[in-house]
């Protein structure tokens, strides 16, 4: 299956009943494993949990470490970036250069990096000490 139409058929079991605004993710992982995540809204915002973040979860719950590869779709008239948490979690997991791609439901499509995606980005190796 490929990561598009993961992201989409997860996508549909999003938990969105305030904003309306279903997003699904997909991410294959180094060793190939396909792990899935919806977001999951909460009254009490914002308490709820994005696509992005719950798929990675599940690959850590797998037992899987590295992304491969991440997609994400919305029904959106353009595609939509994970927020900046997100987009901090994805590096946390993933080398500079992994593809993220963004759908939107009526297929439009938007391929992008890591790197690309979080300039920037704040490392472990910010956290060492010489």
């Avoid at 909460?42 to 997609?71: F, K, L, Q, S």
């Avoid at 959106?76 to 927020?83: A, D, F, M, Q, R």
């Avoid at 946390?92 to 920037?120: C, H, I, N, Q, S």
Wanted: glycine content about 8%; hydrophobic content about 40%.
């Amino acid at each position: 299956m490929s990561l598009k139409d993961a992201a989409t058929a997860v996508r549909e079991r999003a938990y969105a009943p305030y904003s309306r605004f279903k997003v699904g993710a997909a991410l294959r992982s180094t060793a190939g494993n396909l792990h899935l995540g919806c977001n999951v809204e909460n009254v009490a915002y914002p308490e709820g949990t994005c696509a992005e973040a719950g798929a990675i979860a599940a690959m850590i719950a797998a037992g899987d470490t590295r992304i491969a590869e991440i997609a994400v779709i919305a029904d959106s008239p353009e595609p939509v970036p994970p927020c900046g948490g997100c987009r901090q979690k994805i590096a946390e997991f993933a080398d500079p250069d992994v593809r993220v791609t963004l759908y939107t439901t009526d297929g439009k499509e938007f391929v992008t990096t890591v790197r690309d995606m979080l300039p920037g980005v704040f490392t472990a190796a910010h956290m060492d000490r010489a």
